[in-house]
Protein backbone atom coordinates (compact mmCIF):
# COMPACT_ATOMS: atom_id res chain seq x y z
CA UNK A 1 0.00 0.00 0.00
CA UNK A 2 2.95 2.27 0.95
CA UNK A 3 4.17 1.23 -2.70
CA UNK A 4 1.14 2.30 -4.17
CA UNK A 5 1.07 5.64 -2.65
CA UNK A 6 4.30 6.79 -2.99
CA UNK A 7 4.77 5.78 -6.78
CA UNK A 8 0.90 8.14 -7.10
CA UNK A 9 2.94 10.63 -5.12
CA UNK A 10 5.93 10.79 -7.75
CA UNK A 11 3.74 10.58 -10.84
CA UNK A 12 1.30 13.76 -9.72
CA UNK A 13 5.30 15.64 -8.66
CA UNK A 14 6.31 15.02 -12.08
CA UNK A 15 3.25 15.58 -14.03
CA UNK A 16 3.01 19.36 -12.36
CA UNK A 17 6.76 19.89 -12.57
CA UNK A 18 6.24 19.24 -16.33
CA UNK A 19 2.57 21.86 -16.69
CA UNK A 20 5.01 24.52 -14.53
CA UNK A 21 8.00 24.16 -16.96
CA UNK A 22 5.65 24.25 -20.24
CA UNK A 23 3.72 27.20 -18.88
CA UNK A 24 7.00 28.91 -17.92
CA UNK A 25 7.89 28.17 -21.29
CA UNK A 26 5.13 29.83 -23.28
CA UNK A 27 5.33 32.55 -20.83
CA UNK A 28 8.64 33.56 -21.67
CA UNK A 29 7.88 35.73 -25.20
CA UNK A 30 5.90 38.71 -23.30
CA UNK A 31 5.70 40.85 -26.19
CA UNK A 32 3.40 40.02 -29.04
CA UNK A 33 2.72 41.69 -32.29
CA UNK A 34 0.14 41.27 -34.88
CA UNK A 35 -1.59 42.82 -37.98
CA UNK A 36 -5.26 42.97 -38.27
CA UNK A 37 -7.53 43.54 -41.51
CA UNK A 38 -11.33 44.15 -40.50
CA UNK A 39 -13.75 46.05 -41.27
CA UNK A 40 -15.30 48.66 -39.46
CA UNK A 41 -19.13 49.62 -39.10
CA UNK A 42 -20.49 52.82 -38.49
CA UNK A 43 -23.86 53.38 -38.00
CA UNK A 44 -24.68 56.43 -40.32
CA UNK A 45 -22.29 58.40 -42.78
CA UNK A 46 -24.72 61.69 -42.93
CA UNK A 47 -27.55 60.03 -45.21
CA UNK A 48 -29.38 57.33 -43.35
CA UNK A 49 -27.44 54.96 -44.57
CA UNK A 50 -25.24 51.94 -42.98
CA UNK A 51 -21.65 51.91 -44.23
CA UNK A 52 -18.75 49.57 -43.75
CA UNK A 53 -15.68 50.81 -43.94
CA UNK A 54 -12.27 48.37 -44.17
CA UNK A 55 -9.89 49.26 -41.92
CA UNK A 56 -6.14 47.40 -41.36
CA UNK A 57 -4.07 47.65 -37.94
CA UNK A 58 -0.85 46.87 -35.99
CA UNK A 59 -1.22 45.86 -32.25
CA UNK A 60 1.92 45.62 -30.10
CA UNK A 61 1.25 44.03 -26.72
CA UNK A 62 3.05 43.05 -23.49
CA UNK A 63 2.05 40.16 -20.73
CA UNK A 64 2.90 41.64 -17.42
CA UNK A 65 1.25 38.29 -16.33
CA UNK A 66 -0.61 35.25 -17.08
CA UNK A 67 -4.10 37.28 -16.67
CA UNK A 68 -2.42 40.97 -17.55
CA UNK A 69 -1.15 42.77 -20.08
CA UNK A 70 -1.17 46.44 -21.51
CA UNK A 71 -1.53 46.68 -25.54
CA UNK A 72 -0.89 49.67 -27.92
CA UNK A 73 -3.57 49.25 -30.47
CA UNK A 74 -3.33 51.53 -34.29
CA UNK A 75 -5.24 51.32 -37.33
CA UNK A 76 -6.52 52.75 -40.15
CA UNK A 77 -9.88 53.13 -41.85
CA UNK A 78 -8.93 52.63 -45.40
CA UNK A 79 -12.16 54.97 -46.98
CA UNK A 80 -13.34 58.28 -46.73
CA UNK A 81 -16.76 58.76 -45.50
CA UNK A 82 -19.18 61.17 -43.68
CA UNK A 83 -20.62 60.88 -40.27
CA UNK A 84 -23.45 63.02 -38.50
CA UNK A 85 -21.96 64.36 -35.01
CA UNK A 86 -24.41 63.04 -32.52
CA UNK A 87 -24.97 66.49 -30.27
CA UNK A 88 -26.02 68.68 -33.28
CA UNK A 89 -26.49 66.46 -36.35
CA UNK A 90 -23.62 68.28 -38.49
CA UNK A 91 -22.17 66.07 -41.22
CA UNK A 92 -18.44 65.57 -40.69
CA UNK A 93 -16.42 64.40 -43.66
CA UNK A 94 -13.36 61.70 -42.57
CA UNK A 95 -10.46 61.13 -44.52
CA UNK A 96 -8.59 57.84 -43.74
CA UNK A 97 -8.97 58.41 -40.15
CA UNK A 98 -6.00 56.67 -37.64
CA UNK A 99 -7.23 55.33 -34.58
CA UNK A 100 -4.48 54.94 -31.66
CA UNK A 101 -5.61 53.17 -28.03
CA UNK A 102 -3.88 52.31 -25.28
CA UNK A 103 -5.38 49.10 -23.94
CA UNK A 104 -5.68 47.26 -20.87
CA UNK A 105 -5.45 43.56 -21.45
CA UNK A 106 -7.19 40.93 -19.34
CA UNK A 107 -7.55 37.02 -20.11
CA UNK A 108 -11.15 35.92 -19.23
CA UNK A 109 -10.00 32.32 -20.13
CA UNK A 110 -6.62 30.90 -21.65
CA UNK A 111 -7.52 32.27 -25.25
CA UNK A 112 -9.91 35.44 -24.66
CA UNK A 113 -9.00 38.21 -24.06
CA UNK A 114 -10.75 41.77 -23.03
CA UNK A 115 -9.50 45.07 -24.19
CA UNK A 116 -10.31 48.40 -22.71
CA UNK A 117 -8.83 51.79 -22.97
CA UNK A 118 -8.76 55.25 -23.77
CA UNK A 119 -8.03 56.48 -27.70
CA UNK A 120 -7.80 59.01 -30.60
CA UNK A 121 -8.79 59.00 -33.66
CA UNK A 122 -6.74 61.38 -35.71
CA UNK A 123 -8.21 63.26 -38.98
CA UNK A 124 -6.92 66.12 -40.95
CA UNK A 125 -9.68 68.40 -40.15
CA UNK A 126 -10.47 67.07 -36.24
CA UNK A 127 -9.46 64.56 -33.98
CA UNK A 128 -11.49 62.88 -31.23
CA UNK A 129 -10.78 61.44 -27.94
CA UNK A 130 -12.30 57.99 -28.11
CA UNK A 131 -12.83 54.82 -25.58
CA UNK A 132 -12.63 51.36 -26.64
CA UNK A 133 -13.72 47.86 -25.43
CA UNK A 134 -13.27 45.03 -27.44
CA UNK A 135 -12.72 41.07 -27.48
CA UNK A 136 -9.70 38.90 -28.86
CA UNK A 137 -9.68 35.28 -28.94
CA UNK A 138 -5.85 33.86 -29.61
CA UNK A 139 -5.73 31.01 -31.65
CA UNK A 140 -2.34 29.39 -31.58
CA UNK A 141 -1.21 28.33 -34.77
CA UNK A 142 2.27 26.70 -33.86
CA UNK A 143 4.65 28.05 -31.21
CA UNK A 144 5.10 31.41 -31.63
CA UNK A 145 2.52 32.31 -33.94
CA UNK A 146 -1.58 32.42 -33.60
CA UNK A 147 -5.06 33.69 -35.29
CA UNK A 148 -6.55 36.58 -33.60
CA UNK A 149 -9.99 37.21 -34.20
CA UNK A 150 -11.29 40.58 -33.35
CA UNK A 151 -14.12 42.46 -32.07
CA UNK A 152 -13.94 46.34 -30.75
CA UNK A 153 -16.31 48.72 -30.21
CA UNK A 154 -15.22 52.76 -30.43
CA UNK A 155 -17.43 55.70 -28.84
CA UNK A 156 -15.82 58.78 -29.87
CA UNK A 157 -16.21 61.72 -27.37
CA UNK A 158 -18.58 64.36 -29.07
CA UNK A 159 -18.62 62.29 -32.00
CA UNK A 160 -19.77 58.99 -33.28
CA UNK A 161 -19.00 55.13 -32.63
CA UNK A 162 -17.69 52.41 -34.51
CA UNK A 163 -17.61 48.48 -34.73
CA UNK A 164 -14.88 46.67 -36.03
CA UNK A 165 -14.24 42.99 -36.66
CA UNK A 166 -11.67 41.89 -37.76
CA UNK A 167 -8.80 38.89 -38.10
CA UNK A 168 -5.21 39.31 -37.41
CA UNK A 169 -2.22 36.91 -37.12
CA UNK A 170 0.04 37.22 -34.27
CA UNK A 171 3.46 36.49 -33.81
CA UNK A 172 4.99 36.61 -29.87
CA UNK A 173 8.74 37.79 -29.40
Request: aromatic letters at 12%; a negative charge.
Amino acid sequence: MLLLLYSITVTAQEQNQTNTQNESESFEKRWHISGVISHTYIGSNGKGNQLFVPSWGLNIGYRLNHKLGIGLHSDIRADNFVVVRRNNNEEIERKYPLVFTLDALYNISNSLVLTVGPGIEVEQNESFGLARIGLEYEYEIGTDFYLMPTLFYDQRFDGYSTTTIGLGLAFKL
